[in-house]
C-alpha cells in the first residue's frame, strides 16, 4: 500500500502547524519548508479545512491554523479522510465477481485483518505524537519565532 502526496502533504501540513500553534501559518512558508508545490498545496489546506482539521482566514495577516488540539488529531482519521481506496485488491470490490475463487478464497480476509491493523495501529498515535520534539522539528522546518516574524 502506498498512500498518496495528498496524504503525505496533509500530514507534513499538521506537523508543520503542530510545531507552532501560536501563531497562523501561510502557503508560501509551508511550500519552502518542505520544498513543495503551492498550488498542490493550497488544495491540500482546503481539504484539511473542509474536513474540520484548520481553520482558515484570508486576507492581511490571514492564513491558517490547527482547528483542533494535536492530541485530538489521529493520524487514522487524517490518512481515512484523505485517501479513497482501500482496496487492497481487486476482490475487495464486491462488484468485482471476475475471480474464479471469490467464494472460497481465504486471502481476502487475511487482507482485510491486515488493513484494520494497520488502521488500529495509526488511530493509536495523534498529531501530537509526531511533533515531538518541538523544537527540533522547528529547527529543521526553519519556523521563524513568533518575536521574528515580519508582519
Known amino acids: 500500500m502506498r498512500l498518496t502526496k495528498q496524504t503525505d502533504y ?7 502547524l ?5 501563531r497562523p501559518a501561510t502557503i ?6 518542505y520544498g513543495i508545490s503551492k498550488n498542490h498545496l493550497m488544495k491540500v489546506v482546503y481539504h484539511l479545512s473542509t474536513a ?6 484570508r486576507g492581511r495577516g490571514g492564513g491558517f491554523h490547527l482547528a483542533r488540539d494535536p492530541a485530538a488529531i489521529r493520524l487514522g482519521s487524517v490518512i481515512r479522510g484523505t485517501e479513497t481506496d482501500f482496496a487492497l485488491v481487486e476482490c475487495f470490490d464486491q462488484a468485482n465477481e471476475s475471480c474464479s475463487i471469490y467464494d472460497a478464497c481465504k486471502l ?5 485483518d491486515a488493513l484494520e491493523a494497520w488502521f488500529a495501529t495509526l488511530d493509536r ?3 501530537a505524537d509526531l511533533i515531538k520534539p518541538r523544537s527540533r522539528l ?3 522546518l526553519s519556523v521563524p ?4 516574524r515580519r508582519e
Request: hydrophobic share 40%; no cysteine.
Open 28 to 33: 508560501e512558508e509551508v511550500a519552502e519548508a
Open 125 to 127: 498515535y495523534t498529531l
Open 18 to 22: 503542530g510545531t507552532h500553534p501560536d
Open 145 to 148: 519565532a513568533p518575536a521574528a
Open 10 to 16: 496533509s500530514l507534513r501540513v499538521l506537523i508543520y
Open 52 to 57: 474540520g482539521f484548520l481553520e482558515t482566514q
Open 108 to 112: 481476502r480476509k487475511v487482507l482485510h
Open 138 to 140: 522547528s529547527q529543521l
